[in-house]
């Protein structure tokens, strides 16, 4: 019966209410995130960016010494050889770097959109970040771990913190 349609929507909205009603919590001061809006966009162009860019992104980002970095970019094919060896490069300098990986939707029949082995090679970890999808079209959580044919894939969130405080 707690499975059923009205008792899971009840508990969700319950749940969102909540939150609500916490009302908003101070920002950690041990996470920062390095966001492309729609200023730096202005700046450096459209998406997506030439990789040798990331590259300096990455680069900039590992100059203030973070105990881990995660890339939530799919990554999953080439561009050309001297941007690509460009963020390879800053990948595999930067410490404790974690990409992003997730269940595809292509019709070419990739069960997932992986890192260009490459970039794989080079990160420290890969994390998936499959989202779970309410009957609303809410999201209100991502699995720790999503099964795959090569066995679970952890969570990119949680390859991080593992990362920052092991």
Same mark, same amino acid.
């Given at each position: 019966?707690?499975? *059923? ?20 919590? =101070? @920002?950690?001061?041990? %996470?920062?995130? &390095? ?5 730096? /966009?202005?700046?450096? #162009?459209?998406?997506?960016? =030439?990789?040798?860019?990331? #590259? ?7 100059? @203030?010494? =973070?105990?881990?970095?995660? &890339? ?22 930067? =410490?404790?770097? %974690? ?7 292509? !019709?070419?029949?990739?069960?997932? &959109? ?8 080079? @990160? ?10 309410? /009957? ?6 991502? !699995?720790?771990?999503?099964? *795959?044919?090569?066995?679970?894939? !952890? ?12």
């Amino acid at each position: 019966v707690s499975l *059923s349609f009205p008792v899971t929507t009840l508990s969700q909205k319950l749940n969102d209410f909540y939150f609500r009603l916490r009302g908003q919590q =101070p @920002a950690s001061a041990h %996470v920062a995130l &390095v966001l492309i809006d729609d200023a730096t /966009l202005a700046q450096y #162009g459209r998406w997506p960016w =030439p990789r040798q860019l990331l #590259g300096r992104l990455i680069q900039a980002t590992s100059e @203030a010494h =973070p105990k881990a970095i995660g &890339v939530d970019i799919l990554l999953p094919e080439a561009e050309d050889d001297l941007n690509d060896a460009a963020l390879t490069r800053a990948i595999a300098s930067a =410490p404790n770097l %974690v990409l992003a990986t997730k269940i595809s939707s292509s !019709p070419q029949g990739r069960l997932w &959109v992986d890192p260009w082995p490459r970039f794989a090679g080079a @990160a420290k970890s890969i994390g998936q970040v499959q989202a779970i999808i309410d /009957l609303d079209g809410m999201c209100r959580g991502i !699995p720790l771990y999503e099964p *795959s044919a090569d066995g679970l894939r !952890p969570a990119f969130a949680l390859l991080l913190a593992q990362l920052a405080a092991p």
